[in-house]
C-alpha cells in the first residue's frame, strides 16, 4: 500500500523491517531497493541508509578509487595522507 501511494515513509519502513528481518524474510537487496526509492523522493533516513550500504561494500571490497594513477601521484598522497610534512608541502606544491 505504502510504495502503491508514494509515501515516502511507508517505503523506507518496508525498506528497514527487509534489513532487519521484522515480519520478513532479513534480505538486505530488497532492503537497498526500497531505501533508494525512497531516497529518490528526498527521505533523509533513506539516503543515509544507501549511504551506509555504498560505503560498507566499498570497505569489503577494498574498492580502490584511480587505480591508474602513476606511482608519484600514489606516493604523494600517501605522505599527505599520514601527515608526512613533505608529503603535505609536495601536494600544496602540486608537484
Same mark, same amino acid.
Given at each position: /500500500?505504502?510504495? +502503491?501511494? &508514494? #509515501? /515516502?515513509?511507508?517505503?523506507? #519502513?518496508? %525498506?528497514? /523491517?527487509?534489513? #532487519? $528481518?521484522? $515480519?520478513?524474510?532479513?534480505?538486505?537487496?530488497?532492503?537497498?531497493?526500497?531505501? =533508494?526509492? @525512497?531516497?529518490?523522493? &528526498?527521505?533523509? +533516513?533513506?539516503?543515509?541508509?544507501?549511504?551506509?550500504?555504498?560505503?560498507?561494500?566499498?570497505?569489503?571490497? #577494498?574498492?580502490?578509487?584511480?587505480?591508474?594513477?602513476?606511482? *608519484?601521484?600514489?606516493? *604523494?598522497?600517501? !605522505?599527505? %595522507?599520514? $601527515? !608526512?610534512? @613533505? %608529503?603535505? @608541502?609536495? =601536494?600544496?606544491? &602540486?608537484?
Amino acid at each position: /500500500m505504502a510504495e +502503491r501511494s &508514494g #509515501n /515516502m515513509q511507508g517505503i523506507f #519502513n518496508i %525498506g528497514f /523491517m527487509y534489513e #532487519n $528481518g521484522d $515480519g520478513v524474510v532479513e534480505d538486505h537487496a530488497k532492503a537497498i531497493q526500497y531505501f =533508494m526509492r @525512497a531516497a529518490a523522493q &528526498g527521505h533523509v +533516513r533513506a539516503i543515509e541508509r544507501v549511504a551506509d550500504y555504498i560505503a560498507q561494500a566499498q570497505l569489503s571490497d #577494498n574498492i580502490l578509487i584511480d587505480e591508474d594513477d602513476d606511482n *608519484e601521484e600514489e606516493s *604523494e598522497s600517501d !605522505d599527505a %595522507g599520514t $601527515g !608526512d610534512p @613533505a %608529503g603535505i @608541502a609536495r =601536494m600544496e606544491e &602540486g608537484t
